[in-house]
């Protein structure tokens, strides 16, 4: 599941479908859901979020890719802790938008090394 379908969602989503993966893309912007609709057709599921298709979607995903990303401004918080407790276990959640203080509630920052 991606969350976002700006740039990095849209990426994530290309890598993802090219991996033969079951994708399902959520965004709040109408315009942005049709054109990744329009480009990915049946390969990717894009839907326009809210917060019951989102607890929905976590129950079953394996991987979160958290790609919301407001220019300017702190990311808003999409994932929060309750949320979380309903995710499969072994699951993984990737805050791609963790420079901007993430869109998961208890995401923080890692290094590699």
Do not use: C, P, Q
């Given at each position: 599941m991606?969350?976002?379908?700006?740039?990095v969602g849209?990426?994530?989503a290309q890598m993802a479908v090219g991996l033969q993966a079951d994708v399902t893309i959520l965004d709040t912007n109408a315009?942005?859901?049709?054109k990744l609709s329009n480009y990915f057709g049946t390969k990717a599921r894009v839907l326009h979020s809210n917060d019951s298709l989102?607890?929905?979607?976590?129950?079953?995903?394996?991987l979160i890719i958290g790609g919301v990303?407001?220019?300017g401004v702190k990311a808003p918080k999409?994932?929060?802790k309750t949320m979380l407790s309903?995710?499969?276990?072994?699951?993984v959640l990737v805050?791609?938008?963790?420079d901007q203080g993430g869109c998961f509630e208890t995401s923080h920052a890692t290094t590699y090394g």
């Open positions: 991606i969350i976002g379908g700006g740039i849209f990426n994530a315009h942005t859901v049709e989102l607890k929905a979607y976590i129950t079953r995903a394996d990303l407001i220019t999409v994932i929060n309903f995710m499969k276990r072994g699951s805050d791609v938008a963790i």
